[in-house]
């Protein structure tokens, strides 16, 4: 029987919603990371041992001496060369990358799945909110902090059961759900972000998947598009017979193609031209929000307020309430729910607004961090603010990724005023040559372009002030900016201290 769970890796954001519900249910849960941040700060404040220093000694006495009893869950990021994933290796530890483990905990449980090269973070979290908003049982494991949760990780009232975990080689535990797909131990959904990194997502066998792109990413483990939209097949072919597939338009036909006979498939897109059984009308905005009417075939909601901007938003609503829906939700329902919907931290999230509405001054904070996530964020920050002056401070994530896209990134950027670009940032990646912001830089077109480290882009913030609406964008560190910048502008528009 487990009684330890020790985290490779416990400050990511999916590794850390797994690390919360461990603790809950009563484990002994401590971990690793490179570095401190908020997040491992708050996993330590809840009772989480965390430490930052490479060395098998660090590892808590408990899990060193309790090998049967420990359970390592792994991150891809960690490198082949760590000492401590070394040492656990060599004495033979059950090691389990984090899908494998969430294909386990979803194991026998009504399983809402959601998949996208973008989009996933920001549907899942619409879909635990607008469910536990009115009163409907679900846990949800998220990728990112729900702002109206204040959390990744969402528990129903009474807790998913806490029961023995059976660990087991994920192969095994994905014939023995295969052999019986049926099988259903709890009523109770779990709502999951279902990550195509690694083809992660293929450990899920959901009853309902939404999937909202598969636009080529991630060409550093699929080597081209094809084989990205492959393992989009093979994610939708593990529906449960009798479940549901809810499909963006923009998505390869092939992936729809792929359902099993006996699963409904309904596409969605802003208008009926786009989503010929789940669409949009009506749509207007005031202020922040973005008013609509949703039309499905599980009925039309009219009246619909989301306070989270985007036209991309809305479609991501649209999948998300036609679940809520497949639940029971009412039209009410769901129009209280939506209209108390208040996003994920880091999705079009407004750091300070000040000004008036003819001449609005604005910090919002995006994590997109791929050219058609930064086109759709654009473009609505333009709907919203026609006319003003945009600077947008862009950090590349990854080298690969850089490499791959890099016209578009430099397009997308170019609906912008100024843009300024941060260095890469690697994360799990070592340099490559002749791979560096400078590629995407040489193909702005916007007037103003630059590249600054961060201190210069403090030190400009208080200095050129020329620009009406400021946007942080990008998956890496940036966020360390957002609140230097978010005091810097507070002063010089409000003359007070963040």
């Given at each position: 029987?487990?009684?330890?769970?020790?985290?490779?890796?416990?400050?990511?954001?999916?590794?850390?919603?797994?690390?919360?519900?461990?603790?809950?249910?009563g484990?002994?849960?401590?971990?690793?990371d490179?570095?401190?941040?908020?997040l491992?700060?708050?996993?330590?404040?809840?009772?989480?041992?965390?430490?930052?220093q490479?060395?098998?000694d660090n590892?808590?006495?408990?899990?060193?001496?309790?090998?049967e009893?420990?359970?390592?869950?792994?991150?891809?990021?960690?490198?082949?060369?760590?000492q401590?994933?070394?040492?656990?290796?060599e004495?033979g530890?059950d090691?389990q990358?984090?899908?494998?483990?969430?294909?386990?905990?979803?194991q026998?449980?009504p399983?809402i799945?959601v998949?996208?090269?973008?989009?996933?973070?920001?549907?899942s979290s619409?879909?635990?909110?607008?469910?536990?908003?009115?009163?409907?049982?679900?846990?949800?494991?998220?990728?990112?902090?729900s702002v109206?949760?204040?959390?990744?990780l969402?528990?129903?009232?009474e807790?998913?059961e806490?029961?023995?975990?059976?660990i087991?080689n994920?192969?095994a535990a994905?014939?023995?759900l295969?052999?019986?797909?049926?099988q259903?131990?709890?009523?109770?959904?779990?709502?999951?972000?279902?990550?195509?990194?690694?083809r992660?997502?293929?450990?899920?066998?959901?009853?309902v998947?939404?999937?909202t792109?598969?636009?080529?990413?991630h060409?550093?483990?699929?080597?081209?598009?094809?084989?990205l939209?492959?393992?989009?097949r093979q994610f939708v072919?593990?529906?449960?017979?009798?479940?549901t597939?809810i499909?963006n338009?923009?998505?390869?036909?092939?992936v729809?193609a792929?359902?099993?006979a006996?699963?409904?498939v309904?596409?969605?897109?802003l208008?009926?031209?786009?989503?010929?059984?789940?669409?949009?009308?009506?749509?207007?905005t005031q202020?922040h929000?973005?008013r609509f009417?949703?039309?499905?075939?599980?009925g039309t909601?009219?009246n619909?307020?989301?306070a989270?901007p985007?036209?991309?938003?809305?479609?991501?609503?649209?999948?998300?309430a036609c679940?809520?829906?497949l639940y029971g939700?009412?039209?009410?329902q769901?129009q209280?729910?939506?209209?108390?919907?208040?996003?994920?931290?880091?999705?079009?999230?407004f750091?300070?607004?000040?000004?008036?509405?003819?001449?609005p001054?604005v910090?919002?904070?995006?994590?997109?961090h791929?050219?058609?996530?930064?086109?759709?964020?654009?473009?609505?920050?333009?709907?919203?603010?026609?006319?003003?002056?945009l600077?947008?401070?862009?950090?590349?994530?990854l080298?690969s990724?850089?490499?791959?896209?890099?016209?578009?990134?430099?397009?997308s950027?170019?609906?912008?005023?100024e843009?300024?670009?941060?260095?890469?940032?690697p994360a799990?990646e070592?340099?490559?040559?002749?791979i560096t912001?400078?590629?995407?830089?040489?193909?702005?077109?916007?007037p103003?372009?630059?590249?600054?480290?961060?201190?210069?882009?403090?030190?400009?913030a208080e200095t050129?002030p020329?620009?009406?609406?400021?946007?942080?964008?990008?998956?890496?560190d940036?966020?360390?900016?957002?609140?230097r910048?978010?005091?810097?502008?507070?002063?010089?528009?409000?003359?007070a201290?963040?």
């Amino acid at each position: 029987m487990k009684k330890h769970v020790f985290f490779l890796g416990i400050g990511g954001i999916g590794m850390s919603a797994l690390a919360r519900w461990f603790r809950a249910n009563g484990y002994e849960v401590s971990g690793y990371d490179k570095t401190p941040t908020p997040l491992t700060e708050k996993l330590a404040a809840e009772g989480i041992a965390v430490h930052y220093q490479d060395a098998v000694d660090n590892i808590p006495l408990a899990v060193r001496q309790h090998r049967e009893q420990t359970l390592v869950v792994l991150t891809p990021a960690i490198p082949q060369d760590h000492q401590e994933w070394a040492w656990l290796r060599e004495q033979g530890y059950d090691i389990q990358k984090r899908s494998q483990v969430l294909g386990v905990l979803t194991q026998g449980r009504p399983t809402i799945a959601v998949a996208g090269t973008h989009g996933k973070t920001t549907t899942s979290s619409m879909v635990a909110h607008l469910l536990h908003h009115a009163g409907v049982p679900c846990a949800a494991f998220l990728g990112g902090i729900s702002v109206n949760l204040g959390s990744n990780l969402l528990l129903p009232e009474e807790g998913i059961e806490n029961e023995e975990l059976k660990i087991k080689n994920s192969s095994a535990a994905s014939e023995d759900l295969a052999s019986n797909p049926e099988q259903q131990t709890t009523n109770t959904p779990v709502v999951v972000e279902a990550d195509e990194y690694d083809r992660s997502f293929l450990t899920l066998f959901p009853t309902v998947a939404i999937v909202t792109s598969t636009d080529a990413d991630h060409l550093d483990i699929y080597g081209h598009k094809e084989a990205l939209v492959e393992s989009f097949r093979q994610f939708v072919g593990q529906i449960q017979p009798g479940g549901t597939l809810i499909i963006n338009h923009t998505a390869d036909p092939s992936v729809a193609a792929a359902a099993p006979a006996g699963v409904r498939v309904i596409r969605y897109g802003l208008t009926s031209e786009q989503g010929p059984e789940l669409y949009a009308t009506d749509i207007s905005t005031q202020g922040h929000q973005f008013r609509f009417a949703l039309h499905g075939p599980y009925g039309t909601v009219e009246n619909l307020e989301l306070a989270v901007p985007g036209y991309h938003n809305v479609e991501n609503m649209l999948a998300a309430a036609c679940v809520a829906q497949l639940y029971g939700l009412s039209a009410a329902q769901l129009q209280a729910a939506v209209a108390a919907y208040r996003g994920v931290k880091r999705r079009f999230e407004f750091i300070l607004t000040a000004g008036t509405p003819a001449a609005p001054k604005v910090y919002v904070d995006d994590y997109a961090h791929h050219p058609r996530e930064i086109e759709a964020f654009l473009r609505s920050v333009r709907a919203l603010y026609p006319g003003s002056r945009l600077r947008v401070i862009f950090q590349p994530h990854l080298f690969s990724r850089t490499r791959d896209f890099a016209p578009g990134f430099a397009e997308s950027l170019s609906l912008a005023d100024e843009v300024v670009l941060l260095d890469i940032y690697p994360a799990r990646e070592l340099p490559m040559p002749g791979i560096t912001s400078e590629l995407i830089l040489s193909q702005i077109t916007a007037p103003e372009k630059s590249l600054q480290t961060k201190e210069e882009i403090l030190r400009n913030a208080e200095t050129n002030p020329n620009f009406d609406v400021l946007a942080t964008v990008g998956a890496g560190d940036i966020d360390q900016l957002v609140p230097r910048l978010k005091n810097i502008l507070d002063i010089r528009w409000n003359g007070a201290e963040a």
